[in-house]
């Protein structure tokens, strides 16, 4: 089955840097969309960053300048750069995929998530 694996997140303090990495796996034939989400403490979840389907980027308002998306097709992995964090970026970090299967099936599926806390 596909199966969406993150990592990266942890504790930092304010204005530092973390990388997130998603690798999607499985019988994959082709991957549409794929990006990051994230909910904080008693918030909606929202969109961070993701790549559409025709290749470009699409960023939340409040990460633009500070969040890079980039990825890697031949490794069907998306990594989230994130500088200059700030205590309001403290959420559960959450990587999604719009994928179709070899078994021709099309679903959104999503990782376990990951913790991202901007402290000092």
């Known amino acids: 089955q596909v199966q969406l694996v993150e990592s990266g997140g942890g504790l930092v303090q304010p204005g530092g840097s973390l990388r997130l990495s998603c690798a999607a796996s499985?019988?994959?034939?082709?991957?549409?969309?794929m990006g990051w989400y994230r909910q904080g403490p008693g918030k909606q979840r929202e969109l961070v960053a993701a790549f559409t389907s025709g290749g470009s980027t699409d960023y939340e308002d409040s990460v633009k300048g500070r969040f890079t998306i980039s990825r890697d097709n031949a490794k069907n992995t998306v990594y989230l750069q994130m500088n200059s964090l700030k205590p309001e970026d403290t959420a559960a970090y959450y990587c999604s995929a719009n994928i179709v299967t070899f078994y021709y099936t099309r679903n959104d599926y999503w990782g376990q998530g990951t913790q991202v806390t901007v402290s000092s």
């Open positions: 499985g019988p994959i034939s082709r991957i549409y969309t």
